[in-house]
């Protein structure tokens, strides 16, 4: 596999000068990858090795990952200061841009996109997490779910007790026994990836735009990618995706919430096919 060179850029002002770790590669209309929590932007180097050769591809880091410092601002972190992180990698060109983001990454992707307005051409989301909207249609018992894997992840790291955190979050995003099959190194380095998961709860339940906004904000060239057997929360968000939007829905017939790294074979061709008109 070959390993892709990192950037490091420097975006605002003064006090707010935010470092910003990306990866680049290749030339032509530009694609820009939003990870999940956890995986990094290397989770996409697969998907770049076929993306590059037809196009400008950006993966960034968000707040935590890779070269990218953590959140340390006093006050919770919001989607939007994601979002903005994203957007100084690019915003040194008016060219439009596709966008394709997985889980949290999804999510931010979103917001990118809803800034960012008709420069946007396609979003690609693979089980995009706006847990908010749960609440706002009343979908109590998923929304509990995820609250309470909220409170575990921030009460074990309040307590930097990041161990049955990890287990917590990784038997719960990628099935019963994952931890099990890690050896100690993952679980280690899991662990420690976990780490700035705690302020993406903050940025992702304290996200209240409503599902009529994002429908008119986001491209109607929108295409969500899900696994009609993923865990609640997410099965429970699509049909009011499906009811709400005019975006386009894909089901996958395995992988889960983690198929864009457990079956790629699966995911990518979707991927490519709802970015194949992106030069025209």
Known sequence: MPQYPYHLQLSGSGRDVQQVDFIEAGSGPLVVLVHSSVASARQWRRLIEVLQGS?????????????????????KQTLQDQAALVESIIEKSDEPVDIVGHSFGGAVAMKVAANLGSRVRRLVLLEPNPFDLLRQAGRVEAYREVQELRETIKTYGAADDWMPTAECFANYWGGSGTWAMMDQQRRDAFATALEPN??????????????????????????????????????????????????????????????????????????????????S
């Open 198 to 279: 705690i302020h993406e709860w903050d940025a992702i339940m304290d996200e209240t735009t409503a599902l009529s906004e994002w429908d008119e904000r986001l491209p109607s060239a929108t295409t969500v990618v899900f696994d009609p057997e993923t865990l609640r929360p997410i099965r429970e968000l699509v049909p009011l995706v499906q009811q709400g939007t005019r975006w386009h829905l894909v089901a996958i017939p395995r992988g889960g919430h983690m198929a864009p790294l457990a079956a790629p074979e699966i995911v990518n061709p979707i991927i490519l096919s709802a970015l194949k008109d992106a030069g």
């Open 55 to 75: 196009n400008h591809v950006i993966a960034a880091q968000l707040f935590g990952y890779g070269a990218t410092p953590p959140w340390t601002q006093p006050r």
